[in-house]
């Protein structure tokens, strides 16, 4: 029998205010947010919107994505901090290079979160929180900084795993544990889970974790499509995602098999649709932007025609994919003139970046 998987998920704790906290010690135990774009001190001209709030912060319900003006509201006693870029960026550097140096394999997925594949030494659940827990050490002791751990069978409970016990968490789920674990959480603690799907699953009665795992599968299909499918799986425990190498990432691409083979052009079009959803998906995983999109055609006789095209700024809006792929698969199309089947399609985008750190706090899917 093959051992069970075990991946680690650390997420820095309310990563830049930690930061400016740690250089300025008469901030500790205050409330403090970090803030993107301009801001004035004066309540009414407060602008920009938090990018992080310390715990003290937290206390007043100040969080990340709220505009300033309502923090001001809340807390007057707030402290703003502009954001230090390239410090955050230095420190997070560093933080990498401790966790690479423990273990086998980290993907970085944002300034302050990464996951992360032992070595082949660690076996066992144990092993691994007892590497966990030399390397939140390490990095207290040199960025003097805390972090939150999760570590379990795949990359979705790690995740859930490591909010659970914020801040300096260390949280195992062991495989025996996963339906336990995750059963009583509000379902919006699965990674990707939004406002907007969130209130629909509100409408399906579907609160926690537990509902949506034993909800009825059609009907998840029909209110929230393949995405709903894969917030499904993860409820019950399934996530077959892979951590890979942050570097390896040059490119997302997914194909989608005709059965039978067709040149209707709603069929395609629906096969278009589908296949965009799951290359967006995987970025939404990966938190990356493209600027590349490249399409291509496989007829039954194994002609295949592709076609790319470059566009001037990264994005990672789902209805602009979808809809230039679907121009670009018609333009391939217009050229089969002797009316040849489609057996396969594929879409894959290029060019990526990861979403950098104004964006990450307005598209925090995860
Ligand atoms: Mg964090």
Redesign the pocket.
């Known amino acids: 029998m093959a051992a069970d998987k075990i991946i680690m998920h650390i997420?820095?704790?309310?990563?830049f205010a930690s930061v400016e906290i740690r250089d300025n010690t008469d901030l500790k135990d205050k409330p403090v947010v970090v803030c993107s774009k301009t801001f004035h001190l004066h309540k009414d001209t407060a602008r920009g919107v938090i990018s992080a709030a310390s715990y003290p912060a937290r206390k007043f319900g100040l969080h990340s994505a709220m505009p300033l003006a309502e923090a001001k509201r809340l807390c007057p006693d707030v402290v703003c901090l502009p954001m230090n870029k390239t410090l955050y960026k230095q420190v997070s550097d560093n933080i990498i290079k401790i966790i690479q140096n423990h273990v086998k394999t980290v993907q970085q997925v944002s300034i302050?979160?990464a996951y992360v594949l032992f070595k082949d030494t660690v076996k066992t659940f144990d092993e691994a929180a007892e590497c966990a827990r030399e390397i939140k050490k390490e990095i207290e002791a040199v960025e003097r900084i805390t972090c939150s751990v999760g570590i379990a069978p795949n990359k979705s409970v790690a995740k859930i795993a490591s909010g659970f016990q914020k801040p300096n968490g260390l949280t195992v789920v062991h495989p025996e544990e996963v339906a336990d674990f995750l059963s009583p959480l509000p379902v919006t603690k699965i990674p990707g889970v939004g406002k907007k799907t969130s209130e629909t699953f509100d409408m399906m009665r579907i609160q926690t974790i537990g509902d949506l795992a034993k909800a009825d599968k059609r009907q998840i299909y029909e209110k929230l499509g393949r995405q709903g499918m894969a917030f499904q799986e993860i409820a019950n425990g399934i996530d077959v995602s892979q951590v890979m190498e942050t570097a390896d990432v040059k490119s997302i691409s997914r194909f989608y098999s005709f059965n039978p083979y067709t040149n209707d052009s709603s069929a395609v079009a629906l096969g278009v649709e589908s296949v965009s959803e799951e290359v967006h998906m995987i970025l939404m995983q990966k938190r990356m932007f493209f600027k590349t999109i490249t399409v291509g055609i496989r007829y039954a006789d194994f002609t295949t025609l592709t076609k790319s095209k470059s566009h001037t700024v990264h994005t990672s809006d789902i209805f602009f994919l979808k809809r230039h792929a679907k121009d670009m698969i018609e333009e391939l199309m217009a050229n089969n003139e002797t009316n040849k089947k489609i057996r396969q399609i594929n879409i894959g985008v290029s060019n990526l970046k990861k979403t950098d750190v104004n964006q990450m706090q307005l598209t925090d899917f995860f």
């Open positions: 997420d820095m704790d309310s990563f302050d979160e």
